[in-house]
Nanobody, 122 residues
């Protein structure tokens, strides 16, 4: 099976920066796409940023110009560099990946990390 392990969350002041990491491990044939979602209390989970295997990226309007998603294919790891953080960025951030298993390469599966808390507060 596959595991997604996130790291890098924490408490930061408004205007500060954080870098989230998510490493995928297991019986992986290919990772089609990786991304970050977030969920604040009382809100639905929303897409923050995504990157596909070819390198194309997609961002939520609320984070464009402030967040950057990148990927290290050799390490099966995705990063989210978050700059100019705002209190409204406070949420649990979840890593997501669309992965083809070595045992079933014809059918991609959706995987989620356990979530990491990001709190932006003075």
């Amino acid at each position: 099976q596959v595991q997604l392990v996130e790291s890098g969350g924490g408490l930061v002041q408004p205007g500060g920066s954080l870098r989230l990491s998510c490493a995928a491990s297991g019986s992986i044939f290919r990772i089609n796409a990786m991304g970050w979602y977030r969920q604040a209390p009382g809100n639905q989970r929303e897409l923050v940023a995504a990157i596909i295997s070819g390198g194309s990226t997609n961002y939520a309007d609320s984070v464009k110009g402030r967040f950057t998603i990148s990927r290290d294919n050799a390490k099966n790891t995705v990063y989210l560099q978050m700059n100019s953080l705002k209190p409204e960025d406070t949420a649990v951030y979840y890593c997501n990946a669309l992965i083809r298993l070595a045992t079933m390469p014809w059918s991609p599966n959706d995987y989620w990390g356990q979530g990491t808390q990001v709190t932006v507060s003075s």
